[in-house]
């Protein structure tokens, strides 16, 4: 699969992750809740363009171990890889995304060799030869 996707899914999984843990098990539903906030309402309008909408008798297996814990590394890279895979089989559909993401003012790009291109880094982030660290 293609960089740009990877990233494209990478963008969108932290939104889709606060979207599962603020709405469950209805958050494939296709009810539009005006009370919530703007990273919950793409979160959820990115998980209903890849997954699909509507009243299901069982969500997503990637989509419902992110509900049942959404700080789950592996749950979220799980959802992360069928977001990749769907994402890279339609091209319509990552076209969709990449406008979603685009519309929410979310860009994220890295040039060059060693770059680092992430919307949040919640640790220590260090390119580069040798590097030494603490």
Known sequence: MSDEIALLAGQAVPYMAAAASAYGGA?????RDDAADATVGLGRRLLQRVFGT????QLPEPVQNVITDPQDSDALAALRLAVRKALAADQVLAADVRTLLSEAGVTVAAFGERSIAAQGI???AATGDNVIIG
């Open 27 to 31: 958050v494939l539903a296709k009810v």
């Open 54 to 57: 509507g009243k299901r008798r």
């Open 122 to 124: 919640s640790g220590i």
